[in-house]
Every structure is written in C-alpha cells, then in structure tokens.
Nanobody, 123 residues
Framework: QVQLVESGGGLVQAGGSLRLSCAAS????????MAWFRQAPGKEREFVAG?????YYADSVKGRFTISRDNAKNTVYLQMSSLKPEDTAVYYC???????????????????WGQGTQGTVSS
C-alpha cells in the first residue's frame, strides 16, 4: 500500500520559513514526478511546486519556495521562505504513478496523495 505522509507544518510569522517533508512508503518515487499542492480556506486546491527531471513552480511562489528530494530516503521536501499570510493553507504532497517527462501541474496528473499538513502565516 502506497502512503505519503507530510510533516513540518506549523505557525510562523510573515517573512519566516517552514520546511515541509513528505515521506513515501510502499513505492519508490525516484523516477516519478512529485509535487506539492495547497488549499486555502474557501479556495480550490492549487499547484505549488513540482519535481520531475527539473523543478518547476507556480508564479506565486517562484523565488521563495524550493522543492527537492532525497531518493535514498524516498522523501520530498518543500522549503518555504519569505512566507506571506496568503501562503496560509493545507499543503498536500502528491506522487505520480506513471512515467513521463513533462511538467505536471494538475490534480489529475497524480495518483497518490498525502493527508495534508497545515501551514499558517501570521501577519
């Protein structure tokens, strides 16, 4: 059974940083795309950052967030810096179950999802 478990969320002041982790089990994702999405209250879930052969980001987080992975640990990270109150959301890790080389930014592109971790940025 494939599981993605996020951790690292919390409360931080504007301008601060958080580092989210997503530990995968039941499947190796080193050769598959991984991503982070987020969902703010009253809004639809949106793409934040993805990692396939390269990293790619939503415009709203470019230059502030960094996605990376440690294949030995089967873990993906999201380093978030210069946080803003509008970054407040539940952050979800997603894993793709099919091979491919393009950028995947839609919910439908990913088969596996974590339960989410709350990130709150106070002003």
């Amino acid at each position: 059974q494939v599981q993605l478990v996020e951790s690292g969320g919390g409360l931080v002041q504007a301008g601060g940083s958080l580092r989210l982790s997503c530990a995968a089990s039941g499947r190796t994702f080193s050769n598959y795309a991984m991503a982070w999405f987020r969902q703010a209250p009253g809004k639809e879930r949106e793409f934040v950052a993805g990692l396939n052969w390269n990293a790619y980001y939503a415009d709203s987080v470019k230059g502030r967030f960094t996605i990376s992975r440690d294949n030995a640990k089967n873990t993906v990270y999201l380093q978030m810096s210069s946080l803003k109150p509008e970054d407040t959301a539940v952050y979800y890790c997603a894993g793709r179950g099919r091979p491919g080389s393009r950028r995947y930014t839609g919910d439908i592109d990913y088969e596996y999802w974590g339960q989410g971790t709350q990130g709150t940025v106070s002003s």
